[in-house]
Nanobody, 121 residues
Framework: QVQLVESGGGLVQAGGSLRLSCAAS????????IGWYRQAPGKQREMVAT????????NYADSAKGRFTISRDNAKNTVYLQMNSLKPEDTAAYYC??????????????WGQGTQVTVSS
């Protein structure tokens, strides 16, 4: 089991910045992928950015490239999402996501409770 707790959301003006944090606890040694998704009202949840535990390989949604940066601090079991040049269309609930990989290759998905990001125009 993995528990994820997000923080750092809030209200910001367009063009501003926010940094989201996600602290993982529990069986964090089994996490092979961690990252961020978001869901705006009336829309499907979409991937924003992910980072692998091994090698730190990152993957970004096209909408996030060049503006958002995902990073991790393995010692703190924390992943961050630095969001710059925010736009009103970035307004959404942001969810931390983690995937664990068991020895038998079974994967499990875990979600945080979400943190709201609101970008005003």
């Amino acid at each position: 089991q993995v528990q994820l707790v997000e923080s750092g959301g809030g209200l910001v003006q367009a063009g501003g910045s926010l940094r989201l944090s996600c602290a993982a606890s529990g069986s964090t040694f089994r996490i092979d992928l961690i990252g961020w998704y978001r869901q705006a009202p009336g829309k499907q949840r979409e991937m924003v950015a992910t980072i692998t535990s091994s090698g730190g390989r990152t993957n970004y949604a096209d909408s996030a490239k060049g503006r958002f940066t995902i990073s991790r601090d393995n010692a703190k079991n924390t992943v961050y999402l630095q969001m710059n040049s925010l736009k009103p269309e970035d307004t959404a609930a942001y969810y931390c996501y983690a995937r664990t990989l068991d020895l038998d290759r079974t994967t499990y998905n875990y979600w945080g409770q979400g943190t709201q990001v609101t970008v005003s125009s």
